[in-house]
Nanobody, 126 residues
Framework: QLHLVESGGGSAHSGGSLRLSCVAS????????VGWFRQAPGKEREGVSC????????KYADSVKGRFTISRDNAKNTVALQMDNLRPDDTADYFC???????????????????WGQGTRVTVSS
């Protein structure tokens, strides 16, 4: 079976940092773009960042540019999201997702993604 599992969520104060990890099992991420998405209470899910399968193309939502960094290690079948300078409005459930795509494609369209993890909660207090 194909699974994505997120970890690394938790609580932080404003200005703090957290690092999320997404590990795939049952398939190789080598040919998949991987995205991070989040859903805050009462709000729709939104795209946060995406990295292409070859790691050369990256997209960020405007709200996280300069604060979050996405990276991948295909040898470990893992994608990470380093979140720095956290703010209370970063509070949400964070999900990783994968879509099979050409090597340089990075997208944030939720409907395009085929496989989803169960999510990890991030809470940022002021």
């Amino acid at each position: 079976q194909l699974h994505l599992v997120e970890s690394g969520g938790g609580s932080a104060h404003s200005g703090g940092s957290l690092r999320l990890s997404c590990v795939a099992s049952g398939f190789s991420l080598d040919y998949y773009a991987v995205g991070w998405f989040r859903q805050a209470p009462g709000k729709e899910r939104e795209g946060v960042s995406c990295i292409s399968s070859n790691g050369e193309s990256i997209k960020y939502a405007d709200s996280v540019k300069g604060r979050f960094t996405i990276s991948r290690d295909n040898a470990k079948n893992t994608v990470a999201l380093q979140m720095d300078n956290l703010r209370p409005d970063d509070t949400a459930d964070y999900f990783c997702a994968a879509v099979q795509a050409d090597a340089t494609i990075a997208i944030l369209q939720i409907a395009a993604f085929e496989f989803w993890g169960q999510g990890t909660r991030v809470t940022v207090s002021s």
